[in-house]
């Protein structure tokens, strides 16, 4: 059974900083295509931030890429989501999306998110 958990959301001032981490497990046999981060806004439609693929490339959002990194620990099962210099317009739930295929099967699996708060 795949399980995806983010941690490390919080409370923090503009222009702060926060590393957000999303651990999978129960994927030894699925190849993980894609780990993805998004971001819900209050009120607002879920969006997308980040993308790491399997070969290692990324991609990000216009209003992130400045900001925010991508990066992911092979060893640990464990994909991270640096933010850096804040606003409080980053507020919100941020997800974790892992993107797998087995055989022909592709499936994704979503974690239940962290909230992050930036607020003076």
């Known amino acids: 059974q795949v399980q995806v958990v983010e941690s490390g959301g919080g409370l923090v001032q503009p222009g702060g900083s926060l590393r957000l981490s999303c651990e999978f497990s129960?994927?030894?046999?699925?190849?993980?295509?894609?780990v993805s981060w998004y971001h819900q806004p209050p009120g607002k439609q879920r969006e997308f931030v980040a993308v790491m693929v399997s070969g290692g490339g990324t991609n990000y959002a216009d209003s992130r890429k400045e900001r925010f990194m991508i990066s992911r620990d092979y060893a640990k099962n464990t994909a991270y989501l640096q933010m850096d210099n804040l606003k409080s317009e980053d507020t919100g739930v941020y997800y974790c999306k892992l993107d797998t295929k087995r055989y022909r099967t592709e499936r994704e699996y979503w974690g239940q998110g962290t909230q992050v708060t930036v607020s003076s």
């Open positions: 129960g994927t030894d046999d699925l190849r993980i295509q894609a």
